[in-house]
């Protein structure tokens, strides 16, 4: 047997004002559309922002049903989105804010596993990395350079 040994870094911002304009732009964008997440279920809402390369930003908040495999999580909602109004634009960078309307969230959220596969996809498809902002509602923010980083065994279309 052997071992291997697997690091991931992450820049960490302690609040919003510390990011670049550009990235303060994107992430209150991704306030912004958490606020119309449809959230009757869980009552935690999530909002997600993509810059793509040719200047446009896509949003997303997730969307419950009560079928609740049938909802859909802010980030795929503004992947998918991105794919099918434009499909040969690159993503350059995701900001992604949470909040339950129940307690403050003050902890970075993460994308979930079947999102980071997402990501994936959109990653490896265009061969460039996407850099991911996290952050609950208030608090630090966490910066990803890539996927990787949140999925080191990722799933491609190799492995078919």
Do not use: W
Request: glycine content about 4%; aromatic content about 10%; some cysteine.
């Amino acid at each position: 047997m052997k071992e291997i040994s697997i690091t991931t870094q992450f820049s960490v911002f302690e609040s919003i004002e510390e990011l670049s304009k550009d990235i303060q732009d994107l992430m209150n964008e991704a306030i912004a559309i958490r606020k119309k997440a449809y959230a009757p279920y869980s009552q935690f809402r999530v909002g997600a922002a993509l810059l793509l390369d040719n200047g446009k930003i896509v949003l997303g908040s997730n969307q419950e049903n009560a079928a609740y495999p049938s909802g859909l999580c802010a980030e795929r909602v503004a992947i998918f989105h991105a794919g099918a109004i434009y499909p040969e634009a690159k993503i350059l960078k995701i900001a992604i804010s949470a909040a339950s309307d129940t307690n403050q969230t003050t902890a970075p959220i993460p994308p979930c596993g079947s999102c980071r596969q997402s990501i994936a996809e959109y990653e490896i498809k265009q061969e460039t990395p996407i850099e991911i902002y996290f952050m609950g509602e208030i608090g630090a923010i966490y910066q990803s350079a890539s996927l990787k980083n949140l999925l080191p065994f990722m799933f491609d279309k190799k492995f078919l």
